[in-house]
């Protein structure tokens, strides 16, 4: 099969250069831009879009965490998403969509999605999964952990109202945790925009406009106040931010990429890295879902692009498409 979009966007020179060109890998005396209270400037527009996922694909486990630089290009050449995008889900250009398109089970075709065309590059290494620890990549939930976050979509997954539906559906929350902890990239939407004070840190979300601002040498709310995204305290070790988070919204705790009880919490640590580059360093710790704390690693890198409106509902009638189709069955099958 040829993938002539894919052969425009990835030369074998581009490809061969790939880790450079997404990464200035600094030398051991790096010294970062500074605010003018002196700690490192994170400060800026940043995207996380990548090949690369959480967990590690089952097709990838012979690969490991970092992909060889000799099967660099094959693995991206034949990633899903390349070739989604090279083949534009088998749609002709110029003809008009018919819904055929929808019958593969997605919701956009190629055109409408952005989740990136290379494998993520942290530490000069293009990784498979941002998941470092487990050494397989995957999340080390225990079948306790497996099934509590199980029954609670059963009890999420309704037609009953709007609140049985997703949170990404209702808007609320971005879907597969862009907007974290930990911060996931996802189908499109990937761009973050960060704003630094002495006694801030704000992470403006591009997905669904989710605002973390986040108090540096700050104390932890009450536990009666649960928020989306959690509750997150900062404070700086050298020149890392290091952010705490506890106490998730209900809702979203255990339907989060990283699912938190009221016993876990999530460390993540922010490092400039590079002039382009932020190292983001993340720890999930909650023994009602996993045998062990897991860890990761991914790269935020620096976009002179910038954040969409996200008008989520603007025009959305799926949802009430959706509420509406269920009361329709209800009347026809009697059901309540």
């Not at 890392?240 to 506890?246: D, F, G, S």
């Amino acid at each position: 099969m040829q993938f002539p979009r894919l052969l425009t966007a990835f030369s074998v020179l581009a490809l061969t250069g790939m880790v450079s060109a997404q990464s200035s890998s600094p030398a051991g005396d790096y010294e970062p831009p500074r605010t003018e209270y002196g700690k490192p400037d994170l400060q800026g527009y940043w995207t996380n879009a990548s090949l690369t996922s959480m967990q590690r694909p089952a097709n990838y486990a012979d690969v490991g965490l970092v992909i060889p630089p000799d099967r660099l290009q094959e693995l991206t050449m034949n990633h899903h998403q390349n070739v989604r995008q090279a083949t534009d889900d088998g749609l002709v250009q110029g003809e008009l969509l018919d819904g055929s398109d929808l019958a593969q089970g997605r919701g956009y075709n190629a055109f409408w999605v952005d989740p990136g065309e290379r494998f993520g590059v942290v530490r000069g290494q293009a990784r498979t999964s941002w998941i470092t620890y487990p050494e397989d990549g995957r999340i080390p939930f225990t079948e306790a952990g497996q099934q509590r976050r199980r029954m609670a979509y059963d009890r999420a997954r309704t037609n009953d109202g709007p609140e049985g539906r997703a949170l990404g559906e209702r808007c609320l929350v971005g879907f597969g945790s862009t907007g974290g902890p930990p911060m996931n990239n996802v189908l499109y939407n990937n761009l973050y925009q960060i704003v630094q004070t002495e006694d801030y840190l704000m992470i403006m979300v591009e997905m669904v406009h989710d605002a973390r601002i986040i108090p540096i040498n700050g104390e932890h709310r009450p536990a009666g106040l649960q928020q989306w995204l959690g509750d997150s305290v900062a404070h700086w070790e050298g020149d890392t931010l290091v952010v705490e988070t506890v106490n998730m919204h209900p809702q979203q705790a255990a339907r989060n990429a990283a699912p938190l009880s009221e016993q876990g919490r999530i460390i993540e640590r922010f490092s400039r890295y590079s002039d382009d580059q932020i190292l983001y360093e993340f720890e999930v710790t909650d023994p009602a879902y996993y045998s062990e704390t897991w860890r990761g690693e991914m790269s935020f890198n620096s976009t002179e692009t910038r954040p969409y409106e996200y008008a989520c509902h603007e025009g959305n009638y799926g949802l009430i498409g959706i509420l509406a189709g269920a009361r329709r069955q209800e009347a026809e099958t009697g059901s309540d």
